[in-house]
């Protein structure tokens, strides 16, 4: 498998000339004769994404961050009453592995944290615990990595369930499919969907899957638990629902500060 991806994907090699920080870039200082120190923007190549640096600004799609953060917020309220569970995006991971380089998942799901830091890496061996699922959003450029090589690299770092949101060019349109792995005791297998195509996440106790061409979250019932429109929908009408109670409460306290006022008058 490696084998092919190498051959498929150049990893040492840049983005295109006419557009060199389409991956992304980072900063990297140098010293100067004189003793003076500069800094230099980079662009990076497939290979910094696939094992990125600190500080690495990576360049994504509306999609691909619209999708991301529409994952981290469901996953987030999966877990809200856990407070040793952490939903990450973008953060780097190390392993404890001598032989595995750190990897920048889309998003990753620890489970068993001991306490909630300010991280911009997860240090497995520092932390004692280890992501209990990562997904990854493919890109065009990016999507051979994601299903080559991370595909061996996290079975062999542990993580126990890998799915991949693959973004896919079918007849000129963007089509979304999903893509599960879970880990047995040789290596990764197929994680089966339903007979809806959905995957079932069960650390998160939900189902993941695609309608109307976007990602939908289902909880183990059926029922949906957001997709774009609901969710902003959602938020609306909360904030809605908020404002109008608010101005009901100030309405009543006038009234009762405008009767308490009458009182005082009538009592003097």
């Given at each position: 498998?490696?084998?092919?991806?190498?051959?498929?994907?150049?990893?040492?090699?840049?983005?295109?000339?006419?557009?060199?920080?389409?991956?992304?870039?980072?900063?990297?200082?140098?010293?100067?004769?004189?003793?003076?120190?500069?800094?230099?923007?980079?662009?990076?190549?497939?290979?910094?994404?696939?094992?990125?640096?600190?500080?690495d600004q990576v360049t994504h799609t509306d999609a691909h961050q619209r999708r991301?953060?529409?994952?981290?917020?469901?996953?987030?309220?999966?877990?809200?009453s856990d407070s040793h569970a952490v939903v990450l995006d973008d953060v780097r991971?190390?392993?404890?592995?001598?032989?595995?380089?750190?990897?920048?998942?889309?998003?990753?799901?620890?489970?068993?944290?001991?306490?909630?830091?300010?991280?911009?890496?997860?240090?497995?061996?520092?932390?004692?615990?280890?992501?209990?699922?990562?997904?990854?959003?493919?890109?065009?450029?990016?999507?051979?990595?994601?299903?080559?090589?991370?595909l061996d690299e996290y079975d062999l770092a542990g993580v126990p369930l890998y799915?991949?949101?693959?973004?896919?060019?079918?007849?000129?349109?963007?089509?979304?499919?999903?893509?599960?792995?879970?880990?047995?005791?040789?290596?990764?297998?197929?994680?089966?969907?339903?007979?809806?195509?959905?995957?079932?996440?069960?650390?998160?106790?939900?189902?993941?899957?695609?309608?109307?061409?976007?990602?939908?979250?289902?909880?183990?019932?059926?029922?949906?638990?957001?997709?774009?429109?609901?969710?902003?929908?959602?938020?609306?009408?909360?904030?809605?629902?908020?404002?109008?109670?608010?101005?009901?409460?100030?309405?009543?306290?006038?009234?009762?500060?405008?009767?308490?006022?009458?009182?005082?008058?009538?009592?003097?």
């Open positions: 498998m490696t084998t092919v991806a190498e051959v498929l994907v150049p990893l040492s090699h840049p983005a295109a000339p006419g557009d060199p920080f389409r991956y992304g870039w980072r900063y990297v200082p140098h010293q100067l004769a004189d003793g003076n120190w500069t800094v230099e923007q980079l662009p990076l190549t497939l290979e910094d994404l696939l094992h990125p640096e600190e500080g991301r953060r529409y994952l981290c917020n469901i996953f987030e309220a999966r877990l809200r991971v190390k392993w404890d592995l001598p032989e595995l380089r750190p990897h920048g998942p889309d998003i990753m799901v620890v489970l068993g944290v001991r306490e909630r830091k300010n991280w911009s890496s997860f240090d497995v061996a520092q932390e004692g615990v280890r992501p209990t699922l990562i997904v990854e959003i493919t890109s065009p450029e990016t999507r051979a990595i994601d299903l080559t090589f991370k799915v991949i949101v693959d973004a896919v060019q079918r007849q000129g349109r963007e089509v979304l499919r999903l893509l599960g792995y879970r880990q047995t005791a040789t290596a990764y297998e197929v994680l089966p969907p339903d007979d809806q195509g959905r995957l079932y996440l069960e650390p998160l106790r939900l189902l993941l899957g695609v309608s109307g061409g976007e990602l939908v979250c289902y909880d183990e019932a059926g029922r949906v638990l957001g997709d774009y429109s609901t969710v902003d929908t959602a938020r609306l009408a909360a904030e809605a629902r908020a404002a109008e109670a608010e101005a009901r409460l100030r309405a009543v306290e006038a009234e009762l500060a405008r009767l308490r006022s009458g009182q005082r008058t009538e009592g003097a």
